[in-house]
């Protein structure tokens, strides 16, 4: 099985940047995922990425490093509506080519 | 990217009543779909993954007579939760894939249900 770990709540300022940590264990690693979330409503797909190294995409960039069971989500020039749970998702060659294996969520509260 | 949608978005209904939960891929083939539980301030659990034209492989502690899943088509898959009880009340998701060769394959995440049994 799988273990992911992030941190549950963090609490930044507008404006700022925040990095949110997930760690993982897995056998078989075949990806691994960040999603968004709002309160009551369902993830939006954020980032992916299979090979270490930094992907960016506007104001996020996810960082992955295989052989630390490592990845964090980094988010600049912060803004009110960044508020909402981050969550780290895992894809496992031994569970299935297309399951994800999620962590609890990082809760992020944006203040002015 | 992908939609999908789910429906209904929210449902109240008696304990011991069946309540099904549809989940659509309205611009891509779904050749595997998910289905999630959330409960408040937790993470996504897995709950089953259907493909279309055959059983659903349920996640252990998943009651696989209670949560019937059919996946009849490449494009709509339901959850129905027969003889709800209060406990079964939560936020389920679907989440649809179109199962290609490629990696970076990702899930796509319907709105949500909320369901709440009285």
Known sequence: GQNIDQPTEMTATEGAIVQINCTYQTSGFNGLFWYQQHAGEAPTF?????????????????????????????LKELQMKDSASYLCAVR?????????????????SVIP | GAVVSQHPSRVICKSGTSVKIECRSLDFQATTMFWYRQFPKQSLMLMATSNEGSKATYEQGVEKDKFLINHASLTLSTLTVTSAHP??????????SSGGLAI???QYFGPGTRLLVL
């Open chain 1, 92 to 108: 496992d060659h031994e569970a299935g080519s297309y399951q994800l294996t999620f962590g609890k969520g990082t809760k992020l």
């Open chain 1, 46 to 74: 954020l980032s992916y990425n299979v090979l270490d190294g930094l992907e960016e995409k506007g104001r996020f960039s996810s960082f992955l490093s295989r052989s630390k069971g490592y990845s964090y989500l980094l």
């Open chain 2, 104 to 106: 970076q394959e990702t």
């Open chain 2, 87 to 96: 406990e079964d009340s939560s936020f389920y998701i679907c989440s649809a």
